[in-house]
Protein backbone atom coordinates (compact mmCIF):
# COMPACT_ATOMS: atom_id res chain seq x y z
CA UNK A 1 0.00 0.00 0.00
CA UNK A 2 1.48 3.36 -0.85
CA UNK A 3 1.65 6.24 1.57
CA UNK A 4 -0.26 8.67 -0.69
CA UNK A 5 -2.71 10.94 0.84
CA UNK A 6 -5.87 9.62 -1.49
CA UNK A 7 -5.01 5.76 0.45
CA UNK A 8 -5.14 7.70 3.58
CA UNK A 9 -8.66 9.39 2.89
CA UNK A 10 -9.84 6.61 0.07
CA UNK A 11 -9.13 3.45 1.71
CA UNK A 12 -8.68 0.94 -1.20
CA UNK A 13 -12.00 -1.58 0.89
CA UNK A 14 -13.79 1.88 1.66
CA UNK A 15 -17.17 3.05 0.43
CA UNK A 16 -17.07 6.03 -1.27
CA UNK A 17 -20.50 6.22 -1.97
CA UNK A 18 -23.68 5.18 0.64
CA UNK A 19 -26.91 4.91 0.47
CA UNK A 20 -29.60 7.09 1.71
CA UNK A 21 -31.37 6.07 4.86
CA UNK A 22 -35.13 6.20 5.07
CA UNK A 23 -35.97 9.58 4.64
CA UNK A 24 -39.58 11.77 4.99
CA UNK A 25 -40.71 14.62 2.72
CA UNK A 26 -37.80 17.07 3.35
CA UNK A 27 -34.07 16.46 4.03
CA UNK A 28 -31.82 18.95 6.40
CA UNK A 29 -28.51 19.89 5.38
CA UNK A 30 -25.84 22.23 6.23
CA UNK A 31 -23.51 24.25 4.16
CA UNK A 32 -20.38 25.50 5.19
CA UNK A 33 -19.34 28.94 4.25
CA UNK A 34 -17.53 32.55 4.22
CA UNK A 35 -18.16 35.80 4.71
CA UNK A 36 -18.50 36.66 0.33
CA UNK A 37 -20.98 33.62 -0.13
CA UNK A 38 -22.94 34.49 3.17
CA UNK A 39 -23.59 37.82 1.28
CA UNK A 40 -24.80 36.39 -1.63
CA UNK A 41 -27.12 34.55 0.59
CA UNK A 42 -28.26 37.58 1.71
CA UNK A 43 -28.99 39.43 -1.18
CA UNK A 44 -31.03 36.39 -1.94
CA UNK A 45 -32.92 36.47 0.62
CA UNK A 46 -31.59 33.57 2.29
CA UNK A 47 -34.20 31.70 -0.42
CA UNK A 48 -31.46 30.48 -2.87
CA UNK A 49 -27.27 29.17 -3.47
CA UNK A 50 -25.35 31.78 -5.66
CA UNK A 51 -23.96 30.06 -8.89
CA UNK A 52 -20.88 28.45 -8.73
CA UNK A 53 -17.51 30.35 -9.99
CA UNK A 54 -16.41 28.84 -13.36
CA UNK A 55 -13.50 26.69 -11.33
CA UNK A 56 -16.15 25.22 -9.14
CA UNK A 57 -17.53 22.26 -10.83
CA UNK A 58 -19.86 21.03 -8.01
CA UNK A 59 -22.27 22.49 -5.20
CA UNK A 60 -21.40 20.49 -1.46
CA UNK A 61 -23.92 20.57 0.58
CA UNK A 62 -23.28 18.05 4.11
CA UNK A 63 -24.91 15.69 5.50
CA UNK A 64 -24.40 16.28 9.25
CA UNK A 65 -23.42 19.83 11.25
CA UNK A 66 -20.71 18.57 12.74
CA UNK A 67 -19.17 17.97 9.51
CA UNK A 68 -20.41 21.06 8.55
CA UNK A 69 -18.90 23.02 11.64
CA UNK A 70 -15.60 21.44 11.25
CA UNK A 71 -15.27 22.93 7.85
CA UNK A 72 -16.22 26.11 8.93
CA UNK A 73 -13.87 25.89 11.92
CA UNK A 74 -10.39 24.34 10.23
CA UNK A 75 -10.85 25.79 6.76
CA UNK A 76 -12.74 28.70 6.44
CA UNK A 77 -11.57 30.71 9.75
CA UNK A 78 -8.18 29.85 9.25
CA UNK A 79 -7.83 30.14 5.00
CA UNK A 80 -10.48 32.86 4.00
CA UNK A 81 -10.24 36.61 3.98
CA UNK A 82 -11.45 37.53 6.12
CA UNK A 83 -10.96 34.32 8.37
CA UNK A 84 -14.35 33.62 9.31
CA UNK A 85 -16.83 30.77 8.97
CA UNK A 86 -20.39 30.40 9.14
CA UNK A 87 -22.77 27.11 9.46
CA UNK A 88 -25.59 27.20 7.69
CA UNK A 89 -28.76 24.61 7.23
CA UNK A 90 -31.49 24.06 5.21
CA UNK A 91 -34.02 22.10 4.29
CA UNK A 92 -34.58 20.61 0.39
CA UNK A 93 -37.46 18.31 -1.12
CA UNK A 94 -36.59 14.59 -0.38
CA UNK A 95 -37.24 13.91 -4.01
CA UNK A 96 -34.48 16.33 -5.17
CA UNK A 97 -31.69 15.87 -2.48
CA UNK A 98 -32.22 11.88 -2.88
CA UNK A 99 -31.21 11.96 -6.54
CA UNK A 100 -27.55 13.08 -5.26
CA UNK A 101 -25.49 10.03 -3.77
CA UNK A 102 -24.00 10.24 -0.71
CA UNK A 103 -20.65 11.01 -0.99
CA UNK A 104 -17.93 9.62 1.86
CA UNK A 105 -14.79 11.60 2.05
CA UNK A 106 -13.40 11.10 5.08
CA UNK A 107 -14.47 8.93 8.18
CA UNK A 108 -17.38 6.92 6.81
CA UNK A 109 -20.23 7.95 9.20
CA UNK A 110 -19.25 12.04 9.73
CA UNK A 111 -17.66 13.39 6.57
CA UNK A 112 -20.71 12.63 3.78
CA UNK A 113 -21.61 14.96 1.30
CA UNK A 114 -23.54 15.33 -1.68
CA UNK A 115 -22.03 16.29 -5.18
CA UNK A 116 -24.70 18.75 -7.14
CA UNK A 117 -23.33 19.74 -10.56
CA UNK A 118 -23.18 23.44 -11.10
CA UNK A 119 -25.31 23.14 -14.12
CA UNK A 120 -28.26 21.57 -11.82
CA UNK A 121 -27.76 24.06 -8.85
CA UNK A 122 -30.97 26.04 -10.18
CA UNK A 123 -33.17 22.97 -10.02
CA UNK A 124 -31.59 22.23 -6.57
CA UNK A 125 -32.23 25.70 -5.62
CA UNK A 126 -36.29 25.59 -6.36
CA UNK A 127 -36.31 22.43 -4.54
CA UNK A 128 -35.21 24.30 -1.06
CA UNK A 129 -38.47 24.51 1.65
CA UNK A 130 -37.63 28.01 3.55
CA UNK A 131 -35.13 29.73 3.75
CA UNK A 132 -31.60 29.45 4.60
CA UNK A 133 -30.77 29.82 8.23
CA UNK A 134 -27.31 30.55 10.05
CA UNK A 135 -26.89 28.61 12.59
CA UNK A 136 -23.10 28.72 13.33
CA UNK A 137 -19.94 31.09 12.63
CA UNK A 138 -16.02 30.56 13.53
CA UNK A 139 -13.62 33.43 13.84
CA UNK A 140 -10.14 32.77 13.19
CA UNK A 141 -7.13 34.36 14.18
CA UNK A 142 -7.24 38.53 13.13
CA UNK A 143 -11.24 38.57 12.20
CA UNK A 144 -11.51 42.37 13.21
CA UNK A 145 -15.16 42.27 12.56
CA UNK A 146 -18.29 41.72 14.81
CA UNK A 147 -20.80 38.70 14.87
CA UNK A 148 -23.77 39.00 16.92
CA UNK A 149 -23.82 36.04 18.99
CA UNK A 150 -27.12 35.03 18.26
CA UNK A 151 -28.03 35.23 14.69
CA UNK A 152 -24.52 34.51 14.01
CA UNK A 153 -24.50 37.55 11.60
CA UNK A 154 -21.82 39.96 10.97
CA UNK A 155 -22.92 43.21 12.90
CA UNK A 156 -21.15 45.79 10.66
CA UNK A 157 -19.89 45.59 6.99
CA UNK A 158 -16.45 44.77 6.85
Known sequence: MSNNWLDTLFPPNAERTVPWPPVGETVTLWRPTGLHELRLLAAAGWRAWPPRLPDQPIFYPVLNRPYAEEIARDWNAKRNVP?????TEFDVRADVATRYDIQVVGAQHEHQELWVPAEELDAFNAALIGPIRVVGHFAGEG????????THLPEEDE
Open 143 to 150: YAGRIDPV
Open 83 to 87: PVGFV
